[in-house]
């Protein structure tokens, strides 16, 4: 297997990457480990068009490098589980990661290392993908709070309380779906939110301030 390119989005976490990044990642992944674990047969077929969805959940904090290392590792019994040819299914694919990242646990020296140079490389992925969500949407709909934060940390997002506070107060109106008429009743949804609540609100607030940072910065 070592004729298999990697390209800079195969050191990206799933949870990183688009959902169209992802398909093909996972068809690639499907296609390897056909090749590596030689499965045959329309039985290994079908189960691994069955599987490919479910491995993305199983391994979605991993990039497609590290389940290819994995899937080498077991396959070289480097891993405390009896390789098999000819056969997988999710349960054995869970075993496998649930293995492996229990090695990338082990001491410093044996843990995968994520360069800063990846990691600005995945936070810049990231921001362009809710920047290019909210242009063709008019608002994010994706999930954005780890581009907020990470945003907020270089100082490009605003940091007066004036602002924040009028953002919050404007998450909370949307929070509420419905009227708010009077600052009675404001106080009284503000009273009643409860610890849940309170974080939907925050991250609310965090969509609304990076959609006003697309629309002031980055048109």
Known sequence: M?????????????????????????????????????????????????????MKDSAWSLSLSQVRQAFTMYVQGKLPLEPKTNFLDIILFNKVVSLYRQQ????????????????????????????????QNGRITEMCHHVYDHLFEQGKLPKEKEYKDKTFIRAIVIHAEEPIEDDTMFKKICSNITTTEK??????????????YFKQYKQ
């Not at 990457?17 to 290994?44: N, P, W, Y």
């Not at 609100?201 to 609304?208: E, P, Q």
């Open 104 to 135: 990338m646990k082990q001491p410093k020296t044996q843990e995968h290392y994520t360069s800063p140079e990846e990691i600005e490389f995945i936070m810049t992925e990231a921001v362009d993908r809710i920047h290019k969500d909210y242009k």
């Open 2 to 54: 070592s004729n298999i390119q990697t390209t800079q989005h195969d050191l990206i976490p799933f949870k990183v990457l688009t959902q169209g990044t992802i398909d093909k990642q996972l068809v690639f992944l499907g296609v390897f480990l056909e090749r590596l674990l030689s499965l045959q047969g329309e039985v290994s077929k079908q189960r691994m068009k069955v599987m490919l969805p479910m």
């Open 199 to 212: 974080n939907e609100v925050v991250n609310i607030a965090k969509r609304l301030v990076l959609e006003d």
